[in-house]
């Protein structure tokens, strides 16, 4: 029969093999089970907090990039010119010439043209004069 010793280190020795195994120990109490419980809800609760202040930081971040972005533009302003219809203009070919990146489609810069000018039919004619819009980043 195998004789069992114990040793201060909380192992038991076996004589034959001197093999140590460990010795099983109560559950911990409540108290120190409540009391990891917390400080494990603590930590999420500190990490799900430091998540949403680095949300709401780059949110910001990019929103003040963005209009730091926007100021840098030039302001644009816009004016009005007179101009007399050559030979072989039409209202397309003087909004090719004359019309900016202002405006999404060249239908618009006519359309405004014809506006300013009171034409209905969208003809011009040779020698009329034409009242047209130009942007700048010039103030005048």
Not at 16 to 41: D, E, F, G, K
Not at 52 to 62: K, P
Not at 97 to 105: A, I, P, Q, R, T
Request: proline share 4%.
């Amino acid at each position: 029969m195998v004789e069992i010793t114990k040793h201060r280190s909380d192992f038991i020795t076996l004589p034959v093999t001197s093999r140590r195994l460990p010795v099983y120990h109560t559950p911990a109490p409540i108290c120190v089970r409540r009391r990891s419980r917390r400080r494990n809800l603590l930590r999420q609760h500190v990490l799900s907090v430091t998540v949403v202040l680095l949300a709401v930081l780059m949110l910001l971040a990019s929103h003040l990039a963005g209009t730091y972005a926007a100021q840098e533009t030039q302001p644009v302003y816009k004016y009005y010119k007179e101009i007399r219809v050559g030979r072989g203009e039409s209202l397309w070919s003087i909004a090719e010439k004359y019309c900016g990146d202002e405006y999404g489609d060249l239908r618009d810069y006519i359309r405004e043209v014809c506006d300013l000018n009171g034409i209905s039919g969208g003809q011009v004619y040779y020698g009329q004069y034409l009242t047209i819009p130009y942007y700048s980043d010039v103030h005048r």
